[in-house]
């Protein structure tokens, strides 16, 4: 079976940006993801597009087809009374916005009562090399087509 629109891929996958890894699937547990519904980024998806299992594959995704250009819009400064007492330089929280949605940033510095961080995602900008070995394939079920995403063997699905 190939991966096409609406199947259920299991990959895994090594990323690495300038040869330092970045992120990986752990041994035995696959990325499992529904193809065409961007639950991954569009350039590794659209590469993944007709392999089957078994298929190993050598990705690069430029920026626009991954997490975006950088934009210096993004990187905003806050003041110090929106945080807990202990904030840390390099580390990520999320603001939820007044739609409801919530944003992850990273804390750039703190200077006084200023507070910048900076709203990119940690890997905008960046060139990404994956290596991608297709586990299985399979169809979707009815309801991880209604939900627009793949439901893990061993997960709770009640909520999501
Ligand atoms: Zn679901």
């Known amino acids: 079976m190939k ?16 040869g330092k890894v970045e992120d990986q699937s752990e041994p035995g547990d696959p990325l499992v993801y529904l193809h065409g519904h961007n ?10 597009e007709g392999h089957e299992a078994g298929d190993k594959l050598s990705v690069t995704v430029t920026p626009e087809n991954g997490y975006g250009e950088r934009d210096d ?17 390099g580390a990520s929280y ?3 916005s007044d739609d409801g949605s919530v944003n992850p940033f990273t804390v750039v510095s703190v200077s006084g009562d200023d507070v910048t961080v900076d709203f990119n995602p940690p890997l905008a900008g960046q060139t990404l090399n994956f290596e991608v070995t297709v586990v299985e394939v399979r169809d979707a079920t009815a309801e991880e087509l209604e939900h627009g995403h793949a439901h893990g063997e061993d997960m709770d699905d009640e909520d999501e």
Request: proline letters at 4%; glycine letters at 2%; zero cysteines.
């Open 73 to 89: 819009e993004n990187v905003q400064v806050l003041p110090r009374a929106d945080f807990d007492d202990d904030i840390e330089v």
């Open 3 to 18: 991966i096409t629109q609406d199947k259920v891929a299991e990959i895994e996958y090594v990323l690495t940006v300038d």
């Open 39 to 48: 639950n991954i980024i569009p350039g590794l998806e659209d590469a993944l």
């Open 94 to 96: 999320f603001a939820q």
